[in-house]
Every structure is written in C-alpha cells, then in structure tokens.
C-alpha cells in the first residue's frame, strides 16, 4: 500500500474564524482563573457571595466547548483530525468538571481531576499536532 503524500494545505485545511478562536481562547482563560481563584482563597471576606469562582470556571469552559464545536478540521489527514477531536473532548471533560462543581458541592476532586485530564489532552494535543505536521511534511 502507497503512503500518501500530504501538503500543508491538506494537513492544516483553511483556518478557524477569528471568533471561535478568541470564544475558544477566553474559555480557558476563564478556566484557568476558575481554578487559581479557590487555590488562592479570594472568596474569603465577610461581603463574598458564595463561590462565584464555580461560575467562572463554568462559563470558561462553556465557551471553550461552543468555540471547540464551532471550529471544523477541513483538512485530510486522518491522524491530525483524530488529534483535532481529541482536542474537543478536553472541552467537554472541563464541562463535566464544571457539572461536578455545582454536583458536589462541598467536595471538589472530582472537578479537578476532570480539569487535569482535560488539561492533559490538550497539552497533549497541542504539542501532537506541530509534529505530527512536521514530521510528514519532512518526509515528503
């Protein structure tokens, strides 16, 4: 069976539109603000309402979830699309961190092991997908 040879055109497809990628950006901006705002105890103080830190965190990854599903892989190359969609799962592990935030609501391990597995995946993701590309365009 012959290898087929790919250009970067094919690998990459057209890229996203500028909104989802800047929806897709505040999304973990705002996870990552939901996660360091309870390590840092800022909801502490007589005028705090509550933990509104948990609609930080879900907000963030709502958004990262619409601008993950907004984004389509135009390209043909079968592994960066599996890499691509293993890259919208980590939007919706963080969504189902931010479900057991509000589920559990005294007990927050479940939520951050969910915000560590999504996490992985995308940094996983994130440093696959630059050598996957290089790597067949050095072979070509």
Not at 90 to 100: E, G, Y
Not at 125 to 134: E, L, N, Q
Request: proline share 4%.
């Amino acid at each position: 069976m012959e290898k087929k040879n790919y250009s970067l055109d094919e690998m990459m497809g057209q890229p996203p539109k500028t909104w989802t990628v800047i929806l897709a950006i505040a999304g973990l901006l705002a996870i990552a603000a939901g996660t360091m705002l309870p390590i840092l105890n800022v909801n502490q103080g007589p005028q705090t309402v509550g933990a509104w830190w948990k609609y930080v965190y879900a907000a963030g990854a709502v958004m990262f979830l619409v601008g993950k599903l907004m984004t389509r892989y135009t390209g043909t190359h079968p592994r960066i699309r599996r890499l691509y969609r293993i890259e919208s799962w980590s939007a919706v592990f963080f969504c189902v961190a931010a479900f057991f935030l509000f589920y559990n609501g005294s007990y927050t391990r479940d939520s951050w092991a969910f915000t560590l597995a999504g996490g992985a995946l995308l940094v996983f993701t994130t440093v696959s997908i630059p050598r996957v590309v290089k790597k067949e365009l050095k072979n070509r």
